[in-house]
């Protein structure tokens, strides 16, 4: 029996409507050197609001991941959504496959639409990472920072000693890029606090099919790249206003890394906790996390205002 609908591919054109009805509008740019980003970006950029780039992490493309908050956002900045490299429509032929690279890709097409400075950026999960390289590597161009569930400070040796539920980086890519529902069933096992019980195969496989089996290996050297070598040492303070926010019970990167975050990063950083949440509190506590990115990216820019 021929298989003619995909309840993924449905939601994803959702997702794109919704998007579009907020006022953001798909663009893809060739970056010149084998390397094409694709970004949602402002149909109309108004030069007197601050500019906001949310980042995604794993999993599918950005639209899934930011959807329920383009909407309150959108009418305080001007918000640009990019999928990074080996996500939605992005790629490169090129063989870099560090955060720093996905950094520079991000920043480049921010150039390429005019944006050159004056960036908040909002990362989730890998995309933190990301974000953590742009205030390091561009620090002039970005002024606030906030890093949800965001391991950056993860070191190698932190796998060896039984921080994670995993025992290896293989067990880890096998859970992180799932091929099958089970695989994907111990995924939303560790991404959420109160996991979706009984979800059917037929969905969890046909999530599969249109989100985690293109571009399998570049995903699998990414998760590479990110473990490899990695000591807290070599981790530069980032200086700009920082938001760490995390999930109380996440099972991905344990709280300790937060911590421990705020302890890398001195009085410049926040640490806040949402309570009963695991790691993808984007889609498990969307209010909660939009409360602390009101109070941490809106309320002062209210504050700011003549004769308030």
């Given at each position: 029996?021929?298989?003619?609908?995909s309840f993924t591919a449905t939601r994803d054109s959702c997702f794109?409507?919704?998007?579009?009805?907020?006022?953001l509008r798909s663009s893809t740019t060739d970056l010149g050197d084998g390397t094409v980003m694709h970004v949602w970006i402002p149909k109309l950029h108004v030069q007197s609001k601050p500019t906001l780039v949310l980042i995604h992490g794993f999993g599918a493309n950005a639209m899934w991941q930011w959807n329920d908050f383009i909407s309150p956002l959108i009418s305080r900045f001007n918000v640009y959504v990019p999928d990074?490299?080996?996500f939605g429509e992005s790629y490169t032929t090129r063989p870099e496959r560090s955060e720093q690279f996905q950094a520079e890709c991000v920043v480049r097409v921010m150039e390429a639409h005019g944006v050159v400075s004056g960036m908040?950026?909002?990362?989730?999960?890998?995309?933190?990472?990301?974000g953590y390289r742009m205030a390091a590597q561009f620090k002039e161009r970005i002024e606030k920072v906030?890093?949800?569930c965001t391991g950056v400070c993860l070191e190698e040796k932190d796998m060896e000693e039984g921080m994670f539920k995993v025992k290896s980086v293989d067990e880890a890519v096998s859970i992180l890029l799932p091929q099958t529902p089970d695989k994907m069933r111990e995924l939303m096992k560790l991404s959420f606090y109160k996991p979706t019980q009984r979800v059917p195969s037929c969905f969890l496989n046909d999530f599969i099919h249109v989100m985690c089996t293109e571009y399998l290996q570049e995903r699998k050297d990414l998760i590479l790249a990110l473990h490899k070598d990695r000591?807290?040492?070599?981790?530069?303070?980032?200086?700009?206003?920082?938001?760490?926010i995390w999930g109380e019970h996440d099972q991905i990167f344990?709280?300790?890394?937060?911590?421990?975050?705020?302890?890398?990063?001195?009085?410049?950083?926040?640490?806040?906790i949402i309570k009963n949440a695991g790691h993808a509190i984007n889609a498990e506590k969307p209010k909660e996390l939009f409360k602390h990115l009101k109070s941490f990216?809106?309320?002062?820019?209210?504050?700011?205002k003549p004769g308030n």
């Open positions: 029996m021929v298989k003619c609908f794109r409507c919704s998007f579009s009805s907020a006022g990074l490299l080996f908040n950026v909002v990362g989730i999960s890998y995309g933190g990472f990301v906030v890093l949800c000591k807290l040492s070599d981790l530069p303070k980032i200086t700009q206003p920082t938001l760490i344990p709280l300790e890394l937060g911590h421990r975050l705020k302890r890398h990063l001195g009085d410049n950083a926040e640490l806040v990216l809106i309320d002062p820019l209210s504050r700011a």
